[in-house]
């Protein structure tokens, strides 16, 4: 893969976005320049070539669908990912069918458009972003390998396919193990401690997790219920998974 550092490009007309993104970015060690809209996206191209474009759907003027059309058309396979306030999925559908890499809804965490970038530079076979305080390490449980360095999950070396907020939760239990860990606990972890997140809200996510690392589901051994309280991550607690 390229030693050339990696360098995101944000298009979005909202300004306390392209703040939060920016200080997020900036903390990690990873270069983000900004687009108020598209109108100028092809000439900033001209002049600059970043790794992947983050792309907002609805701005005044050309919007992302547009300048992600005439982006195509003109022949440049830069990755790009397209975020959107629209839960409309004719949107994604059309903006997929057009060569986005990606689709993300607004809101997010700035930890979910890492992952996303992460993923879309993967399978460009770029070298993603690396993080000034990054830990290189690797938690290993059953046939599972848990890259933490590169947030990428593998099964007897197959790569699991992740989202944001599943790799998100999988991380905070693989820093945190054999620790009971309340749901609000893990709200805070996760969202922040003035997220608008309920207690339950973890509930669906912790499923989505199981039905990927465990080999009953229903019956837990990995990510277990404590009742009353919260979740325990046991590395250890299924010996017999099935082939």
Do not use: C
């Amino acid at each position: 893969m390229s030693d050339t550092p990696v360098q995101v490009l944000l298009v979005d007309d909202d300004a306390d976005l392209r703040d939060l993104l920016r200080t997020f970015f900036q903390q990690r060690g990873i270069e983000l320049s900004v687009l108020h809209d598209a109108n100028h996206l092809a000439r900033r191209l001209e002049l600059e070539r970043p790794s992947i474009i983050v792309l907002d759907l609805m701005m005044p003027g050309v919007d992302g669908l547009t300048a992600l059309r005439a982006l195509r058309a003109s022949g440049d396979t830069i990755p790009v990912i397209m975020l959107t306030a629209r839960a409309d999925d004719v949107d994604r559908v059309i903006g997929l069918e057009l060569g986005a890499d990606d689709y993300l809804g607004k809101p997010f965490m700035p930890q979910e458009l890492l992952a996303r970038i992460n993923a879309v530079l993967r399978r460009h076979g770029t070298r993603e972003p690396e993080t000034q305080n990054e830990r290189r390490d690797t938690v290993v449980f059953g046939p599972f390998r848990l890259e933490l360095a590169s947030r990428t999950l593998y099964r007897d070396n197959e790569l699991v396919k992740l989202t944001g907020s599943e790799y998100a939760l999988l991380e905070v239990f693989a820093r945190h193990p054999m620790q009971t860990l309340s749901r609000t606990k893990l709200v805070d972890m996760l969202y922040g401690p003035h997220a608008d997140v309920t207690e339950r809200g973890i509930d669906v996510p912790v499923w989505r997790l199981r039905r990927l690392l465990e080999s009953d589901p229903a019956n837990p051994r990995r990510i277990q219920t404590m009742r009353g309280v919260g979740y325990m991550f046991v590395p250890g607690g299924d010996d017999e998974d099935p082939v």
